[in-house]
């Protein structure tokens, strides 16, 4: 247990996962909850306190003001046009995608998300440029079976501005929230902030290596999910990706 609260696992999840799994031990996350409360009343070990759930607040952007985003992104298709099986996540292969920005200028996070499986993809970019943005879009996408990359939604940044170059290679219809809105792509904006967690907006990519990184997306996608059944994103992801490929695989019959 004290393992896997310390990879950020929730007592919900723990729990979860121990009934799923069949393990030998099981718990309620009410008891869990219960023995980290005993530890931050009776130890001076603040750290108890992190296992804690914390309030989130939205941090307010700035609107700006200037030429309007349907001239600055060529081709912008609005989210209302987006097909209601989207938001319903009844499909794999829906995309969202975002913008980690820290404090230091030029230092950014591509963060992508599938709504359904809830899997994540997440590599550093050289600031927002539109160009890399969707150099590294296409490298993923290209890599993904067609089924599982059928649509991605933005929200209004200038660095999704090139977002045509998928549909063009990719046949991948994209869609762009409406402007000060970016709630509407939910999935990845409720990922980016549990990421804030491991890295606030004051880390200094300069001195995070890869492995560090490849750590931080490998906890979030190997984490159960109560929305998943608690099953991890990594799991319900490779599942779908495995059933695509092998019923694209011709049968052979003996003549």
Known sequence: MLERLGRSWSPEQIAGWLTRTKAATRISHESIYRFIYDQVRHTNDGSWRNYLPRARFKRRRRRRSGRSVDDLIKGRVPIALRSPEVERRHTFGHWEADLM???????????????????????????????????????????????????????????????????????????????????????VENAIGQLRRFLPRKTNLNTLDDKALHACIAAYNNTPRKCLGFKTPAEVFIAQLLHFKLESTPSLRSG
């Open 101 to 187: 920005l820290f404090r230091l200028p030029g230092q950014a996070i591509l963060v992508s998300q599938e709504r359904k499986s809830r899997a994540l993809l997440l590599a550093r970019q050289p600031g927002k440029a539109a160009v890399p943005t969707v150099q590294r879009l296409l490298a993923w996408f290209q890599a993904i079976h067609p089924r599982l990359r059928r649509t991605i939604t933005f929200d209004n940044g200038t660095e999704f501005a090139e977002h045509l170059v998928l549909t063009e290679c990719l046949r991948m219809r994209t869609f762009f929230c409406d402007r000060y809105s970016p709630w509407q792509k939910g999935a």
